[in-house]
């Protein structure tokens, strides 16, 4: 691992488990699919100028790569054990029987927000260009194996 | 104004209707309440901690401090001009018809949550807990005159 952030470690050691203990199966699925939205909402105006679908605004996506560092870690308590049912979602159950290959995708999501913020500082417009794509990798490859069609 | 973050100032600059120039009113809606939910998810803990519900646990109780900072001023966009209405919602129209005031409690929400992550890395139980009231304040302010019952 690249990179470990006090948040993933805190959730490693059972923020995790603390979280889910004050909240039903419903309610970690509809705050994962919150976390997502929010993620999303960012995520998407970025994708726009990186396609040149939008103008390039270095300061705008700056201050969403900020919010995207700063979510990512946000979607592992999403993920609690006990949140594979309860209520519709889009997360495949194969996510609870490979939590160590589902965790590494999440860490990959959490290194690679971090390294778009962190370049975004720089205002280097290609290689924020080049890590978004990196960004986007992780998701995909997430989704790919463990989010529905 | 005590504080003016990068984020608050580049949101009254016209991200916010950027940003809306993107999504139809529900898409607005269902944004906000989803960083109304993430808001949610973080304060429970901490608000069973100050109430001596929940064992004190300073570390996890800053970790979800620096998330509402992060939170905080996510939730201007989800007010944008036209999305009054489009899906249900407990959002008042008084908030679109008095934007000067409804600016002056969201700036209220981002300053109170970004003096709590400020005084939770000093580890101050008695402070935080201090702060955290005022940031409660803030939200209950707020909700009072603007949320639906």
Avoid at 27 to 37: D, E, G, K, L, P
Avoid at 119 to 129: T, Y
């Amino acid at each position: 691992m690249k990179f470990a952030p006090a948040a993933v470690i805190a959730f490693a050691a059972g923020i995790c488990a603390n979280a889910f203990a004050q909240h039903k199966p419903e309610a970690v699925i509809h705050y994962r699919q919150s976390a997502m939205t929010l993620i999303g909402w960012n995520f998407g105006p970025m994708s726009a100028m990186v396609k040149g679908k939008h103008e390039w605004d270095a300061k705008d996506f700056a201050l969403r790569a900020e919010r995207l560092a700063a979510l990512a870690p946000q979607i592992e308590e999403g993920f609690a054990k006990g949140s594979d049912k309860g209520a519709e979602t889009d997360a495949k159950p194969e996510i609870w029987k490979n939590p160590e290959d589902f965790q590494a995708k999440v860490n990959d999501l959490v290194n690679e927000s971090k390294a778009l913020s962190d370049v975004a500082r720089s205002g280097d417009e290609a290689k924020m260009k080049e890590q978004f794509k990196k960004l986007a990798g992780a998701c995909g490859s997430c989704h790919d194996k463990y989010k529905a069609d």
